[in-house]
């Protein structure tokens, strides 16, 4: 099981960018793929993006595509989510998850996972 810390998440006003970093313990960070889900009070958590175990192929929510990017430093241990274009619908809790053995958008795939860092978008 990994150990996951988000961190870069603030208060932003819209069309701004902010990027969000999550830091992982272990020697195996490369065996992992990576995510990033979104949670906001009363609804369930929903995928963002997610990035394989090499980083060679990236996957998006299509209410974030063309504006954030996802990536992963395998040499140390990290993933970072640059997100571009912020809205006001993009507040939420921000979760760093990671899988040895599958990935995907729906949240019960992942095994493990970060305490979240809080992103507000202002208009």
């Known amino acids: 099981q990994m150990q996951l810390v988000e961190s870069g998440g603030g208060l932003v006003q819209a069309g701004g960018s902010l990027r969000l970093s999550c830091a992982a313990s272990g020697r195996t960070f490369s065996m992992y793929a990576m995510g990033w889900f979104r949670q906001t009070p009363g609804k369930e958590r929903e995928f963002v993006a997610a990035i394989t175990w090499s980083g060679g192929r990236t996957v998006y929510a299509d209410s974030v595509k063309g504006r954030f990017t996802i990536s992963r430093d395998n040499a140390k241990n990290t993933m970072s989510l640059r997100m571009n274009s912020l809205k006001p619908e993009d507040t939420a809790v921000y979760y760093c998850?990671?899988?040895?053995?599958?990935?995907?958008?729906?949240?019960?795939?992942?095994?493990?996972w970060g305490q979240g860092t809080q992103v507000t978008v202002s208009s």
């Open positions: 998850a990671a899988d040895s053995t599958r990935w995907g958008t729906a949240w019960s795939l992942w095994g493990s």
